[in-house]
C-alpha cells in the first residue's frame, strides 16, 4: 500500500521545532485577541463612569429660573476638560423630560428638534 522513501525522512529537530513553533504562534496569536478585548472592555467601563460622573455634575449644576426656563450654573467647560475626560471637542448634551422633549440643550436647537427621537 503505503511505503516510505528512507530518503525523504524529515529530522526529529526539524519535526518537533516546527510544532513548537506553530504551537506558540498560536498561542501568541489568542493571548493578543484576549488582550485586545480586555483593553477595550476596560475603557469601555472607564469612558462609561466618567460620562457618569460628568453627567452627575450637569445634573447638580441645572437651575430653574424664574421665567421657567432651564440653565446651567457655573461653567461646563471645566467639567469637560477634567483630570480623566480627554474629550475631543465639545459633546452635546440634552436635558428631557420624561414625554422626550428637549427642555434644555448645549447647542441651539430648530424647531424640528425640539423632540428625541424615540
Known amino acids: 500500500m503505503f511505503t516510505r522513501n528512507k530518503s525523504k525522512r524529515i529530522p526529529l529537530q526539524r519535526y518537533w521545532t516546527t510544532r513548537y513553533l506553530l ?18 472592555h476596560t475603557t469601555l467601563q472607564h469612558r462609561l463612569k466618567m460620562m457618569e460622573l460628568m453627567a452627575e455634575e450637569i ?19 471645566g467639567i469637560m ?21 428637549i427642555l434644555y440643550s448645549n447647542r441651539p436647537l430648530g424647531p424640528a ?5 424615540p
Do not use: C, K
Request: hydrophobic share 50%.
Open 59 to 77: 445634573a447638580n449644576r441645572i437651575v430653574l429660573f424664574n421665567d421657567g426656563s432651564l440653565g446651567l450654573q457655573g461653567e461646563i467647560g
Open 81 to 101: 476638560r477634567g483630570p480623566g475626560m480627554a474629550l475631543e471637542g465639545d459633546p452635546s448634551f440634552y436635558i428631557a423630560d420624561a414625554r422626550g422633549t
Open 113 to 117: 428638534e425640539r423632540r428625541l427621537h
Open 23 to 40: 504551537t506558540l504562534i498560536v498561542g501568541l496569536i489568542a493571548i493578543a485577541l484576549v488582550s485586545a478585548l480586555w483593553i477595550r
